[in-house]
């Protein structure tokens, strides 16, 4: 499957190689997904509000179908059963993995969206094949938004990808340092 300029965000988020992470192509208010579900990419992309490349944001998206089609799991659970039972927020959390470089140092990219989304589509998942190019490992970071009280949360969900990455650096074959 490739992903084309035409096709929507809900078409998107029901391929198979995006089962169980399909909603974190965009944290977002319900009102907003609702709005982009049915809207191809395209109509998002090259505009004067969103400067953002149809080209780069396709490439994005097809590395994780790559991906996903060659075997590879592409999104992680940072925090374990205990941690989500202690705090329910921390289940709307995924970081997802762009190999790299064998043994190449690693990059978590955290995309923008002013704590009341996460715009993944168009930051985090366009720049990871960039960053593969330059030789990185790289892992997009989907944190916590809209929960009260937000902060510390975002930051925490940092932290804790940060740990997961080095105590997992074997599995992923990335520079610990």
């Known amino acids: 499957m490739t992903i084309t300029a035409d096709m929507t965000f809900g078409e998107i988020a029901l391929l198979p190689e995006f089962a169980g992470f399909g909603e974190h192509l965009m944290l977002c208010r319900p009102s907003t997904w609702e709005r982009m579900w049915n809207k191809p990419i395209v109509s998002h992309m090259n505009s004067d509000a969103n400067p953002y490349e149809t080209a780069r944001v396709l490439r994005g998206l097809n590395r994780i179908v790559e991906l996903v089609d060659d075997g590879r799991q592409v999104a992680y659970d940072i925090w374990d059963e205990a941690d989500c039972i202690r705090d329910p927020t921390r289940r709307n959390t995924k970081l997802f993995f762009f190999p790299g470089r064998p043994r190449a140092p690693f990059i978590i990219a955290v995309s923008g969206g002013g704590y009341q989304s996460v715009c993944h589509q168009v930051e985090g998942f366009p720049v990871a094949p960039e960053l593969n190019d ?41 520079a610990k340092s």
């Open 134 to 174: 330059a030789g990185y490992n790289v892992f997009v970071l989907s944190y916590r938004v809209r929960v009260e009280p937000l902060m510390p949360r975002p930051i925490d969900d940092l932290n804790r990808a940060v740990r997961f990455v080095l105590e997992n650096s074997a599995k992923f074959n990335v």
